[in-house]
């Protein structure tokens, strides 16, 4: 397109190609709204090709009883997955676990389980880690 077919106009200007200005840019342009968007560089040439590429529900807010924002970000991952198949797909992990493993305390999960178990200190069941899991896999609705 030539400089005089171009729109002088728009309804959205992004500043940034990384993951989150390509996200809104493509949210905003799926909206119907026209929309530019401005790079330095290649698109996610600086933090976004530095980062691991994975979208998560945010499995770590569990421990801060943040459950709608964990529900909505699994909603979102969904939604990625659904719209994205060529590019995004689920992956396995394995999750460590040895009973002597310490993790942080100052949750509010972690300040409960030592009034409740104080002889835990700092440790999490086995029990507490299989049903935060459990919750994460429900919570979003899962299809994919």
Same mark, same amino acid.
């Given at each position: 397109? *030539? ?5 002088? %106009? ?5 500043? &940034? &190609? ?7 840019? =493509? ?9 530019? +968007?401005?790079?330095?560089?290649? +698109? ?6 530095? *980062?691991? #590429?994975?979208?998560? &529900?945010?499995? =770590? ?10 529900? %909505?970000?699994? #909603?979102? =991952? ?10 995004? @797909? ?11 493993? =310490? ?7 972690? #300040?409960? +389980? *030592?009034?409740?178990?104080? @002889? ?6 086995? @029990? ?10 429900? +919570? ?5």
């Amino acid at each position: 397109m *030539s400089p005089k077919e171009q729109k002088s %106009e728009v309804d959205l200007f992004v500043v &940034g &190609g990384g993951i989150n200005g390509c996200g809104i840019a =493509r949210d905003a342009a799926g909206r119907g709204l026209s929309v530019a +968007l401005a790079e330095m560089n290649d +698109l996610a040439s600086a933090t976004s090709s530095a *980062s691991t #590429k994975l979208f998560h &529900g945010g499995l =770590r807010y569990l421990e801060f009883f943040e459950v709608r924002l964990v529900r %909505e970000a699994l #909603k979102e =991952r969904e939604t990625l997955l659904r719209a994205m198949p060529h590019i995004s @797909w689920p992956m396995r992990f394995v999750l460590p676990y040895h009973k002597d493993m =310490r993790f942080e305390g100052n949750t509010p999960t972690s #300040k409960i +389980l *030592s009034l409740v178990m104080p @002889w835990m200190r700092g440790r999490r069941p086995a @029990w507490l880690i299989r049903f935060g899991l459990f919750l994460y896999d429900h +919570l979003g609705g899962r299809k994919i």
